[in-house]
Antibody
Framework: QVQLVESGGGVVQPGGSLRLSCAAS????????MHWVRQAPGKGLEWVAF????????YYADSAKGRFTISRDNSKNTLYMQMNSLRAEDTAVYYC???????????WGKGTTVTVSS | SSELTQDPAVSVALGQTVRITCQGD??????ANWYQQKPGQAPVLVIY???SRPSGIPGRFSGSTSGDTASLTITGAQAEDEADYYC???????????FGGGTKLTVL
């Protein structure tokens, strides 16, 4: 079945970097756009970034622009997000989600937790 | 960028019908998607593309849109429907996505 598994979260100091990964299985990864969405503790969902099926298009929320980079390796069925210059307000659970035919974000991973703290 | 506005909390008696709304300018151009999130779990898509349900989502969930307002209706709410519900759509530019603030549904 369709599965998305995030990894790479952890505790990092302000100004530090992390690279998140999302391993995909059970579907044609190279055919679908992918998103990163985050949720700060006790807060709502916030869209972070999108990449289309062949990495031609990349879009970022204003909060991520210039600091985060979304990428994918279709040969490894894996989505990435490089996060630099991390701030306390980036503390959140980060989810990857896939688009489906004619639908956005139809399957989500369980998330990986990023904590930015000194 | 656009915003989507949801009521923070709604309650419904067991077996009754409840409507959760989502208001925003972008909904005049893009359909809303609706996600259910239970505590400690990832969101689950329940309605997409105006009023379509992914496989496995019960038929008591339905969606509609009028003008700048989208609605998620649960007809005959069950105890297991107690959750946070989020709407989302693309924003007016088409190259960003935006979520509503979420509605906490309590089933009494």
């Amino acid at each position: 079945q369709v599965q998305l598994v995030e990894s790479g979260g952890g505790v990092v100091q302000p100004g530090g970097s992390l690279r998140l990964s999302c391993a995909a299985s059970g579907f044609a990864f190279n055919s679908y756009g992918m998103h990163w969405v985050r949720q700060a503790p006790g807060k709502g969902l916030e869209w972070v970034a999108f990449i289309d099926y062949d990495a031609t298009l990349k879009y970022y929320a204003d909060s991520a622009k210039g600091r985060f980079t979304i990428s994918r390796d279709n040969s490894k069925n894996t989505l990435y997000m490089q996060m630099n210059s991390l701030r306390a307000e980036d503390t959140a659970v980060y989810y990857c989600a896939k688009d489906g035919p004619d639908k956005d974000m139809d399957v989500w991973g369980k998330g990986t937790t990023v904590t930015v703290s000194s | 960028s656009s915003e989507l506005t949801q009521d923070p909390a709604v309650s419904v008696a067991l077996g009754q019908t409840v409507r959760i709304t989502c208001q925003g300018d972008s909904l005049r151009n893009y359909y809303a998607n609706w996600y259910q999130q239970k505590p400690g779990q990832a969101p689950v898509l329940v309605i997409y593309d105006k009023n379509s349900r992914p496989s496995g989502i019960p038929g008591r969930f339905s969606g509609s849109t009028s003008g700048d307002t989208a609605s998620l209706t649960i007809t005959g709410a069950q105890a297991e429907d107690e959750a946070d519900y989020y709407c989302n759509s693309r924003d007016s530019s088409g190259d960003h996505w935006v979520f509503g603030g979420g509605t906490k549904l309590t089933v009494l």
